[in-house]
């Protein structure tokens, strides 16, 4: 099994993830984009909100708004007021110094209370000429307001729409600097309302007052320029900004003309005061916001009791909108009157929010590459380090996001994008999760009697760490059987019913110890069963846990044993202990897998495997049950006690081995008793090497009064000592016994 043999069908959901998460912001989709964006740059401008500053020392120009407050509202009544009302507040502002004044109010109708107006609802007829002709000769409001359009320089609105187109009462042109058109992208109408001719014509100025209000209803930005019918047409700001400069033209620097892969056309500055604020392709800018700010204010009341000094408003740009026309920002609902102090502030000042033409590419760009590498490592590593990765990422964008902000004022926004790769995240991890489950669902069905829990677990989740195509390796190999395994059977030929559950008893419980030690465990028979260590899965402790697993194995026997012992005992038959033989060798073995009739088998090979299970067909000699080779003592020795029981030649033309028996751990190896027994083995088995054989007959006597000694392997011993003294060994012995292969 290879990471070739995934189900990448699975692997669709988090690339179906990222198309979706990228269309719909690039498309804002039901205006999630724009809702995310905003929420993100309102909580930036709320965390730090522009510092207000009067624009008279920088520009040459205050930025003020008449205030409708309650005292207005009662001294001229509620809004909208009578035009005689707005012509006089016009020229009370005009008096004390105001540069310019700027209408974001409907002018498109005359004066309801226009003594023309009054003079049409009289009746006909003779008897009342008088009274129709006395109110056509009494000064009409819509003229005392065009008058006091004469006395200051005044912009009034044009309200874009979707009617029929009209001709445009051309007061201004909008020019560009640049090679290519900027204003393809502007908002797009087809026809205005605007005001009634007379004002038209008497102001010095029309500029659009459509706003962009964004799906959230949230208003971050204020558009400069429109087109209607193919003509561009200020904003109502643009306007007042190209009055108050003395310009013919509101001016607009186009975008490079050169298109690389993050480039858009349109509109990139607006010309200001010695300076540009910089644009949307749109041609809107994004508004720094400061916030209701007192010395911004112009009380209406105050300033028709007289209240103003007679120059306070010297060189005010003064905003006169409705006091109820709220719109949402990000520091809390304000008059659009306001709003359009606050843009004219910033296009005074400089201190717009730049958002460059390349930010909204390079914001898919960046969820695009994040979400691959994202996907990447949950492929290559799994959740928690590709989790790492998403939670690192979105810390990172955020972080950005907010630096660019706080220092340079650039809006570049991370939530979008972060939500995209949480998204594909979320989808990724399903996958995951998905394909985990099926890998470990077919791992559990090929190996469930080979490996355990924790093995499948980690080989489901990094299917490459199991190699079915064969690698090599040093492993610990063990071969478990049961001894005198033929004659309990033949015991058992009234009963196979009990024998097949009596091996069930036994192997259960030797089986799970040998999985539970991190053992594959590669055939099982009634006889027994074999296994190894560090295979597939890496185990630098491969003999220890081999070695604990059969130490594991004596004690289930032992326990096994009990129990059947009792049951015996209670129904009066006879019951032979069971007994069984492991033997364990380390080396290098091939390890891998084939496939053979829908099972899947994995195994190792080598000198080893075969040592093991000659070692485990001699252990029954020694008395203990746990038989090991000489490379299985030197990598587990620090874990447990050995003892040295033979130095025998296994099969014929093979070198002979020291075998050893594990007798405990290692508090054992360290008491008297052992080191004692261990001594004299060493002198027992030199002695037999060198052939003086009642020196070693005497040892093994001494043995046999110490506690641990196996009185089976000392019978063992002295009957090869009487073979040997029959049959003496060749001048070139090597101590090895082979007489027992014959």
């Known amino acids: 099994m290879t990471l070739r043999d995934r189900p990448r069908s699975i692997w669709a959901f988090p690339l179906l993830a990222l198309a979706i998460a990228l269309t719909a912001l690039a498309s804002d989709w039901a205006g999630l984009a724009s809702g995310l964006r905003g929420a993100l740059f309102d909580g930036f401008q709320r965390a730090q909100p522009r510092a207000y500053e009067d624009t008279r020392p920088i520009a040459g120009y205050a930025v003020r708004v008449l205030d409708i407050d309650r005292a207005s509202l009662a001294r001229f009544g509620p809004w909208p007021w009578p035009h005689a009302v707005l012509a006089r507040l016009i020229g009370e502002l005009a008096a ?25 609802e009289i009746p006909p007829g003779p008897a009342y000429d008088a009274a129709r002709a006395a109110l056509l000769e009494m000064p009409s409001p819509d003229r005392a307001l065009a008058d006091a359009f004469g006395r200051v ?12 187109e009209r001709a445009y009462p051309v007061k201004s042109t909008v020019s560009y600097i640049g090679a290519r058109d900027p204003f393809e992208t502007a908002p797009a109408f087809s026809g205005f309302t605007a005001p009634i001719p007379l004002l038209a014509r008497a102001s010095a100025g029309l500029g659009a007052r459509n706003l962009i209000v964004d799906a959230d209803g949230g208003l971050r930005r204020m558009p400069m320029v429109f087109r209607v019918g193919g003509v561009e047409i200020a904003s109502l700001d643009a306007e007042a900004l190209r009055l108050a400069e003395n310009k013919p033209a509101a001016i607009f620097r186009a975008g490079a003309a050169e298109e690389g892969i993050f480039a858009r056309p349109g509109v990139e500055a607006v010309e200001t005061f010695r300076r540009e604020a910089p644009a949307s392709p749109d041609g809107s800018i994004w508004l720094a916001y400061a916030g209701a700010q007192a010395a911004r204010e112009v009380s209406a009341d105050a300033l028709d009791r007289g209240a103003l000094p007679p120059n306070s408003l010297k060189g005010a740009i003064v905003y006169v909108g409705a006091p109820d026309d709220l719109v949402a920002t990000p520091l809390g609902l304000r008059s659009i009157a306001e709003v359009h102090a606050e843009a004219m502030e910033n296009l005074l000042t400089g201190a717009s929010l730049r958002r460059p033409a390349a930010a909204d590419l390079a914001e898919l760009f960046c969820l695009a590459a994040c979400a691959l590498l994202a996907i990447f490592l949950l492929l290559r590593f799994g959740v928690w380090q590709a989790g790492l990765f998403v939670l690192a990422a979105i810390a990172a964008a955020g972080a950005a996001s907010w630096r660019l902000f706080e220092v340079n004022r650039v809006l570049f926004d991370a939530l979008g994008p972060s939500v995209g790769l949480a998204c594909v995240f979320a989808a990724g991890a399903v996958a995951r999760i998905l394909e985990v489950g099926h890998a470990r669902a077919r791992l559990h069905g090929a190996f469930a009697d080979s490996l355990g829990a924790e093995a499948i677990e980690r080989i489901a989740r990094k299917p490459q760490l199991l190699r079915l195509d064969g690698e090599n390796r040093t492993v610990t190999y063990m071969v478990c059987g049961v001894r005198g395994f033929a004659a309990m059977a033949e015991s058992f030929r009234d009963d196979p019913v009990s024998f097949m559950r009596l091996l069930q008893r036994v192997h259960t419980p030797l089986l799970d110890e040998a999985i539970a030690h991190r053992g594959t465990v590669e055939r099982v028979s009634a006889e027994g069963f074999s296994a190894f ?14 070695c604990e697993a059969a130490s594991g194995m004596m004690d289930a026997i032992a326990r096994v044993n009990d129990i059947i012992a009792h049951e015996r005992r209670s129904d009066g038959r006879a019951f032979q202990p069971i007994e069984i033989g492991v033997g364990i060798s380390t080396g290098p073995a091939v390890t891998g897998g084939f496939h053979s009739h829908g099972r899947t088998t994995y195994a190792a090979a080598g000198e080893c495997s075969a040592l093991a299970e000659r070692i485990q067909a001699l252990s029954g000699g020694y008395g203990p049950a746990v038989i090991v080779g000489e490379e299985t003592r030197k990598s587990a020795e620090r874990g447990f006690a050995f003892l040295e029981v033979d130095y025998v ?5 093979v070198a002979p081995v020291k075998l050893y028996a594990v007798l405990g751990n290692p508090v054992m190896r360290a008491s008297p008793k052992f080191r004692a027994l261990a001594t004299f083995h060493d002198h027992i088995f030199q002695s037999m090497r060198t052939q003086q054989w009642a020196k070693a007959r005497d040892l093994i006597e001494q043995c046999r009064k110490l506690s641990g000694a196996s009185q089976k392997l000392y019978d063992l011993h002295l009957a090869r000592i009487d073979w040997f003294e029959r049959h003496p060994p060749a001048a070139d012995w090597d101590g090895a016994f082979r007489a027992v292969l014959n």
């Open 153 to 164: 320089a005044t912009v009034t609105p044009l309200s874009l729409n979707r009617t029929a």
């Open 96 to 120: 004390r110094g105001a540069q310019l004044v700027v209408l974001d109010a409907s002018l498109d109708r005359p004066d309801p209370a226009s003594p023309a107006n009054l003079a049409a």
């Open 649 to 653: 030649a296994v099969a014929a033309g």
């Open 533 to 546: 260590w560090n295979a597939p899965l890496d185990d630098p402790e491969h003999a220890i846990h081999a």
